[in-house]
T-cell receptor
Framework: TQLLEQSPQFLSIQEGENLTVYCNSS?????LQWYRQEPGEGPVLLVT?????EVKKLKRLTFQFGDARKDSSLHITAAQPGDTGLYLC????????????FGEGTQLTVNP | KAGVTQTPRYLIKTRGQQVTLSCSPI?????VSWYQQTPGQGLQFLFE???????NKGNFPGRFSGRQFSNSRSEMNVSTLELGDSALYLC??????????????FGEGSWLTVV
């Protein structure tokens, strides 16, 4: 059973467009992390959100943690080809140490 | 400072063989966790070590094992390899076992192909 559902799984857009990726769960997480992974490389942490309703911005990327800490979203404004990659959300729980539950990922392609 | 270092980066093994993968965490980090990434299953947690003790274990068969040394370096071993073990094996480190807000850093991974 996939505890974190990511949508969409694939997204192909043109440079300059906006997009939103969703990460949903029926379970509560203590923290929610977003990673970006490029082919042949390990995931690189983008952001960690820990408070329900929290919003964090990283340049053109906006991350939100749901009030109930069961869902999160990643919004990219004016996407660029350099944003291309696999975006992964991962949930953590205080009782689980470094054990993260990952979503299936969203493969984003931004075409010039 | 240096990131998480994994060796080897690529390897090919035959069914039935065993393999050992190595991970050096970021200097000062004492917690190491391992994940398996495959196209079909995504990233799945294998195990976590802290202070040379396994703290957490995922749902993998006993063929998958690991250990951590006093210098925090970690190894994982897979015995009696099966074709389905072909995957990217990722090591991650954190200062202490990560929970809310703590940061986990991933290495570049070890690509294992079983033929």
């Amino acid at each position: 059973t996939q505890l974190l559902e990511q949508s969409p799984q694939f997204l192909s857009i043109q440079e300059g467009e906006n997009l939103t990726v969703y990460c949903n769960s029926s379970s509560v997480f203590s923290s929610l992390q977003w990673y970006r992974q490029e082919p042949g490389e390990g995931p690189v942490l983008l952001v960690t959100v820990v408070t329900g309703g929290e919003v964090k911005k990283l340049k053109r990327l906006t991350f939100q943690f749901g009030d109930a800490r069961k869902d999160s979203s990643l919004h990219i404004t004016a996407a660029q080809p350099g944003d291309t990659g696999l975006y992964l959300c991962a949930g953590g729980r205080e009782t689980s140490g470094s054990r993260l539950t990952f979503g299936e990922g969203t493969q984003l392609t931004v075409n010039p | 400072k240096a990131g998480v270092t994994q060796t080897p980066r690529y390897l090919i093994k035959t069914r039935g063989q065993q393999v050992t993968l190595s991970c050096s965490p970021i200097s000062g980090h004492r917690s190491v966790s391992w994940y398996q990434q495959t196209p079909g299953q995504g990233l799945q947690f294998l195990f976590e070590y802290f202070s040379e003790t396994q703290r957490n274990k995922g749902n993998f068969p006993g063929r998958f094992s690991g250990r951590q040394f006093s210098n925090s370096r970690s190894e994982m071993n897979v015995s009696t390899l099966e074709l389905g073990d072909s995957a990217l094996y990722l090591c991650a480190s954190s200062l202490v076992p990560a929970y809310s807000g703590n940061t986990i850093y991933f290495g570049e991974g070890s690509w294992l192909t079983v033929v």
